[in-house]
């Protein structure tokens, strides 16, 4: 067995397409189970892989800290600034 990942992509939404063209899909509740039943059809999976919406999101600017992979821990999410809210 191999405990694996992968984070799907799709366009971005309005928020965060001032810092880049593509986001992670982000999947409400409700479509988990339907998503991770191996027996589900992939073709209505398909309209799931939505950018999300605006206001279930928040942009926090963080200090430059975060741009070292070395750098770890809760000082690479600690805000430096005001946030932007779609």
Request: with cysteine; net charge negative; glycine share 4%.
């Amino acid at each position: 067995m191999v405990e694996s990942c992968t984070i799907l992509t799709t366009g971005a939404n309005k928020l965060l397409s001032r810092l880049h063209d593509r986001m992670p899909v982000l999947l409400d509740r409700p479509d988990f189970e339907q998503w991770l039943d191996p027996e589900s059809d992939p073709a209505p999976l398909r309209s799931l892989l939505q950018p999300a919406p605006e206001r279930a999101l928040k942009m926090v600017p963080v200090s430059s800290f975060v741009n070292a992979a070395r750098h770890e821990g809760p000082e690479c999410i600690e805000p430096a600034g005001e946030a932007l809210e779609g």
